[in-house]
């Protein structure tokens, strides 16, 4: 596991090495006071063993009244607000603090007579404030920075005002108190977990503007219960509605041309999924219940309804992924490839027929599926399919009976991971 330690400074260096970093760092000391700010990671980390990455995020903020925070934009006209969560003023540190209850963001900072207006909410501006309940957003704001409001539980509801047309990756992750949000038609993109983890979020707006949903955009949502995607949507990336439980139904418009791996997955609650018929880049044959690349006849997502037609080819990474409510499946004889993880969490599933056109399994296909008490393998050779660590990873193989063609039990018997299992020939 990746663990990222974050280190906020006051200081203004264009870039750093990680030894100057550090050796800053260990000085304490801030060298510069003009404006900057940057990013700069590591594959070292500090002294601890968790620690893999060390990220040196350096900034420098003016305060202004009631102890908030901003900083001049490089327009040299606007200003960016950062709360109070940077104590940063040139060579001093001020104490952390939170911002609690309601709160209106100022329109304007002034700073040595000159008024300048906050257009952006900068990174990590409200982040952790956990007495945060409401915000007002004014109307001169364009961006909400990454992380803005990350963390921010006892936020009930936001106002996005029209002006905003980028709002930063996990700007409000984990604000498990918002229950609805209305996205303005002037953003184009949702960015990457920007709504990760917002549990009692049962409803959201996705304006026709939008034309890209990131990684992990929505995933956690679990009460989000219906989300309509506009057809100006042309991709839906990784993981991007992943874990959304209380989903039942979702509807690909045509204009989407790529949908990432798990951009469905685990979403348990899921019944019903379509693809619109003029889709060229993916179909749901059949009334299948799944979304198929129409180009590789790949299932690339499915649900505990789905039907697998007899012209998919592979099942695609987490097609199925957490599919709590699937007791059993049988994989049709035009498949050859099954994908990682693709049936892992199907906690309900029993039994599973996978036909001998299969010449890959995927790491962890088949893990935690742990109600599963048959699987029947028709490939007469199991030395010539390629298999994956820890495809039954979390299945009780000693009370799992797997059944084989008879010439070939006794070569399944020598075999990992095979060979865990109650191994049978299969009945003529």
């Known amino acids: 596991m990746k663990t990222t330690f974050n280190i906020l400074m006051g ?7 990680l030894a100057a970093a550090q050796d800053e760092l260990s000085l304490g000391g801030v060298t510069d006071n003009s404006n900057a700010e940057d990013t700069i990671s590591a594959s070292a980390g500090i002294d601890s063993s968790n620690v893999t990455e060390l990220r040196i995020v350096v900034f420098y903020h003016i305060a202004g009244e009631n102890g908030l925070y901003y900083d001049i ?13 940077y104590g940063v003023s040139g060579n001093e540190e001020d104490e952390y603090g939170t911002i609690e209850g309601d709160f209106e963001v100022p329109a304007v900072f002034n700073y040595e007579g000159k008024d300048y207006p906050v257009t952006s909410i900068g990174w990590g501006a409200f982040s952790g404030c956990v007495g945060l309940t409401s915000v007002d957003i004014p109307a001169s704001v364009t961006k909400i920075g990454p992380e803005a409001f990350s963390g921010c539980v006892g936020l009930t509801s936001v106002d996005i005002p029209a002006s905003v ?7 409000f992750e984990g604000c498990s108190g918002l229950t609805s949000v209305d996205i303005p038609s002037s953003v184009t993109e949702i960015g990457g977990y920007v709504f990760k983890g917002c549990v009692g979020l049962t409803s959201v707006t996705i304006p026709a503007s939008v034309t890209a949903i990131g990684w992990g955009a929505f995933s956690d949502c679990a009460g989000l219960t219906s989300v309509d995607i506009p057809a100006s949507v042309t991709e839906i990336s990784e993981d991007a509605f992943r874990g959304c439980d209380g989903l039942t139904s979702v509807t690909i418009p045509a204009s989407v041309t790529k949908i990432g791996d798990g951009a469905f997955a685990r979403c348990s ?21 799944a979304i198929i ?19 998919v080819t592979g099942i695609s990474e987490d097609a199925f992924a957490g599919c709590v409510g699937l007791t059993s499946v049988t994989i049709p004889s035009s498949v050859t490839g099954i994908g990682d993880g693709a049936f892992a969490g199907c906690s ?27 699987v029947r393998c028709l490939i007469a050779d199991p030395d010539e399919v390629e298999i994956g660590d820890d495809v039954f990873d979390g299945v009780d193989a000693s009370s799992c009976v797997l059944y084989v063609p008879e010439q070939a039990v006794e070569r399944y018997k020598a075999l990992e991971p095979w060979n865990g299992f109650t191994i049978r020939a299969l009945p003529e």
């Open 165 to 171: 047309s980028e709002i930063g990756g996990s700007a």
């Open 73 to 85: 934009n490089e327009d040299g006209v606007s200003a960016t607000f950062y709360g109070i969560n």
């Open 11 to 17: 200081l203004a260096l264009a870039s750093m090495t």
């Open 269 to 289: 609650g899921l019944t019903k999924i379509t693809v619109d018929k003029r889709n060229p880049f993916y179909d749901s044959r059949d009334n299948c219940n």
């Open 348 to 374: 309900g599933l029993t039994s599973v027929t996978i036909p001998a056109s299969v010449t890959g399994i995927g790491w962890g296909a088949f893990s935690d599926c742990e109600s599963m008490k048959a």
């Open 293 to 311: 690349e129409s180009a590789t006849n790949a299932l690339i997502a499915g649900c505990k309804s789905t039907h697998i037609s007899v012209s």
